[in-house]
């Protein structure tokens, strides 16, 4: 058995929605920034927060992708490339930091005919008959 990784790409062009609690006074503290200018808005000191975090942390970050071959950013599979994996015998462990998206057209057959496993930090995104089909293979 065989493993291919297909071309990720860099950048992601959506966004994923969060929830996060915060304490009271942290609460205040972000809202007094807002009010005096200095942020926009709660979001904006939030991205910036953890913007800042992940500048401070991207080395370790560099590792871990090398160390775990995980591709960092977009991951798409058509059914195109599902068909040359499987027309080639292989099986495809897909590893991603960001987005992992399976094409509406792919069949459920299809996907388990060809991948592995999914690994996903961040999304993913496939339709629900194939995120069914390959409900034991997502770890």
């Not at 930091?97 to 996907?111: F, K, N, T």
């Amino acid at each position: 058995m065989s493993t291919t990784s297909l071309e990720a790409r860099p950048s992601v062009g959506g966004t994923e929605k969060i929830t996060i609690n915060l304490g009271v006074v942290d609460l205040g503290q972000i809202d007094l920034l807002v009010q005096e200018g200095f942020y926009s808005n709660r979001t904006d000191l939030i991205r910036t927060a953890i913007r800042n975090q992940l500048s401070v942390h991207a080395d370790a970050v560099k590792r871990t992708l090398t160390r775990r071959t995980l591709l960092l950013g977009l991951q798409h599979l058509s059914r195109t490339d599902l068909e040359r994996a499987l027309a080639a015998g292989q099986m495809l462990q897909i590893q991603v930091v960001g987005l992992a998206r399976i094409a509406d057209d792919v069949s459920p057959e299809l996907a388990r005919a060809t991948i592995q496993s999914i690994v996903v930090l961040g999304a993913f995104h496939a339709n629900a008959a194939v995120r069914s089909a390959l409900a034991d293979r997502i770890l």
